[in-house]
T-cell receptor, first 111, second 114 residues
């Protein structure tokens, strides 16, 4: 079946640094979603991407839908302590009803 | 918009009892609702997908008689964990999808079976 890989699995950064993480797929997707999950809570949708090459921002977050349609990137600029959490990507192809979720990238921000 | 609620947020029950978890889309009609299970420090594991008025589609390895799903309306789905045992203790999260296809998650329900 479809699988998503996310890298890095975890990262520790200093407050104020920029962050970059990515998500890759073994198959082509037509929709990519990025979520953030805080401990003990449900994931919150950050950015949705619908077209290859699309670049979308949400505040300090920017995500891109890869040209090959097999990957997506999420960047966070000027990180702050509240950026701590797990970031999940999710993708879906033209035929699937369900989204496939990646294993997540755990972000820690050091003061 | 796109708010999904879950009730209860936490539940502790004795082994052998059944527990019902509700998932509601508060400000939109959900074409599809999903139920996930999440173990500590792990990703989301899809348990089942349900469309209003039809039987849920369960993922491989998920017992349909153990995890009963009812999707009564376009805004409500329920998950009942029947005869719960300690190994069923987990974080259960629902999500709802609207026509635009994004999935919006509820806040989750932490189930502890003693």
């Amino acid at each position: 079946g479809q699988q998503l890989n996310q890298s890095p699995q975890s990262m520790f950064i200093q407050e104020g640094e920029d962050v970059s993480m990515n998500c890759t797929s073994s198959s082509i997707f037509n929709t990519w979603l990025w979520y953030k999950q805080d401990p003990g809570e449900g994931p919150v949708l950050l950015i949705a991407l619908y077209k290859a090459g699309e670049l979308t921002s949400n505040g300090r977050l920017t995500a891109q839908f890869g040209i090959t349609r097999k990957d997506s990137f999420l960047n966070i600029s000027a990180s702050i302590p509240s950026d701590v959490g797990i970031y999940f990507c999710a993708g879906r192809d033209n035929y699937g009803q369900n989204f496939v979720f990646g294993p997540g990238t755990r972000l820690s921000v050091l003061p | 918009g796109a708010v999904v609620s879950q009730h209860p947020s936490r539940v502790i029950c004795k082994s052998g009892t059944s527990v019902k978890i509700e998932c509601r889309s508060l400000d939109f009609q959900a074409t599809t609702m999903f139920w996930y299970r999440q173990f500590p420090k792990q990703s989301l594991m899809l348990m089942a997908t349900s469309n209003e008025g039809s039987k849920a589609t369960y993922e491989q390895g998920v017992e349909k008689d153990k995890f009963l799903i009812n999707h009564a309306s376009l805004t409500l789905s329920t998950l009942t964990v029947t005869s719960a045992h300690p190994e069923d203790s987990s974080f259960y999260i629902c999500s709802a999808s609207r026509v635009s296809n994004e999935q919006f998650f509820g806040p989750g329900t932490r189930l502890t079976v003693l």
